[in-house]
């Protein structure tokens, strides 16, 4: 029970900071990534560039999660084992 207490707490902190500029289900998911598996929540934040594509429009800047294609997996599972083993 304290542990939904605790997600539902950070979803409502979050979402009232971000309120018209994220969606509530993106906020749901990010809490529950960062709460359930917080090293991968950390490795999604310190390298977004692999993850996620930037994409500017007229009025925001907005992101994307990058589809890679079956022939470039291999590359991108090479990106995050260089990334998690880049400090040892």
């Known amino acids: 029970m304290r542990d939904v207490t605790r997600l539902a707490n950070s979803i409502l902190l979050n979402f009232y900071s971000l309120k018209g500029e994220v969606d509530f ?3 749901l998911k990010l809490e529950l990534l960062r709460k359930t598996y917080p090293s991968a929540y950390e490795l999604i934040y310190r390298k ?3 993850f996620f594509e930037a994409k500017p429009n007229s009025i925001e800047q907005t ?3 990058i589809e890679y294609e079956t022939n ?3 590359q991108f599972q090479n990106k995050i084992k260089k990334t998690i083993f880049e400090d040892y």
Do not use: G
């Open 25 to 27: 289900a993106d906020i």
């Open 48 to 50: 977004v560039d692999i």
């Open 63 to 65: 992101y994307r999660l």
């Open 72 to 74: 470039e997996k291999d």
